[in-house]
């Protein structure tokens, strides 16, 4: 059974930094791509980072720059470093990962965590 879970949400001041982690059990970090959504209050849930399993990232233009995704197979865990935050930040943040479909990886993100909220606020 794969279970992703976030952590290190909280509240942080514009200008701050946020390290959010996402640990895997039942699923090796690393195996197929893993991403990082967030959903606003009243918005959709939007891709901000994917990370492949070759390394190779992606950012949505609004995250571009401030953050930063990374994987530790090690510790088996996704991480997302948040720099330069700023009010629209504002959001839950939740880790999904492809299946490893054991040839291939499925394509979509099939597995997903709880969520950790992030509030920017002064």
């Known amino acids: 059974q794969v279970q992703l879970v976030e952590s290190g949400g909280g509240s942080v001041q514009p200008g701050g930094s946020l390290r959010l982690s996402c640990s895997a059990s039942?699923?090796?970090?690393?195996?197929?791509?893993m991403a990082w959504y967030r959903q606003a209050p009243g918005k959709e849930r939007e891709l901000i980072s994917s990370?492949?399993?070759?390394?190779?990232?992606r950012y949505r233009d609004s995250v571009e720059g401030r953050f930063t995704i990374s994987q530790d197979k090690p510790k088996n865990t996704l991480y997302l470093q948040m720099s330069s935050v700023n009010p629209e930040d504002t959001a839950v943040y939740y880790c999904?990962?492809?299946?490893?479909?054991?040839?291939?990886?499925?394509?979509?993100?099939?597995?997903w965590g709880q969520g950790t909220q992030v509030t920017v606020s002064s």
């Open positions: 999904a990962a492809e299946e490893d479909l054991g040839v291939i990886c499925s394509r979509d993100f099939r597995y």
């Open positions: 039942g699923y090796v970090v690393g195996s197929c791509r």
């Open positions: 990370i492949r399993s070759d390394g190779v990232t």
